[in-house]
């Protein structure tokens, strides 16, 4: 399975971005989608990831983004809002072919930059 991250960018504090993440090759394999983030000296952390339609967010980003999948499409996003700085990073999209998220698939990665 082939993951394409795409839709970073540069944007205030207080904006949104919507990031997308495209499967293909054995799509139909992945259960569970996934966003993960890396800031610069940090370790990358999990944002938000979806299963079957429930859905799980990292603390921090709670009420602010949301993941969704459209299964006939092989496409996932993660809808960024109310932007803070510390929401900078490289945010990767991941794919895991069981629930137990081992994660065998990723994404390039793509940069998402919030100035103050």
């Known amino acids: 399975v082939q993951l394409q991250a795409s839709g970073g960018g540069l944007v205030q504090a207080g904006g949104s971005l919507r990031l997308s993440c495209a499967a293909s090759?054995?799509?139909?394999?992945?259960?569970?989608m996934g966003w993960y983030r890396q800031a610069p000296g940090k370790q990358r952390e999990l944002v938000a990831d979806?299963?079957?339609?429930?859905?799980n967010y990292a603390n921090s980003v709670k009420g602010r983004f949301t993941i969704s999948r459209d299964n006939t499409k092989n496409i996932a996003w993660l809808q960024m809002d109310s932007l803070k700085p510390e929401d900078t990073a490289i945010y990767y999209c991941?794919?895991?072919?069981?629930?137990?998220?081992?994660?065998?698939?990723w994404g390039q990665g793509t940069q998402v930059t919030v100035s103050s």
């Open positions: 979806i299963v079957r339609g429930d859905t």
């Open positions: 090759g054995s799509s139909l394999s992945i259960i569970v």
């Open positions: 991941a794919g895991s072919l069981s629930d137990g998220r081992r994660w065998e698939s």
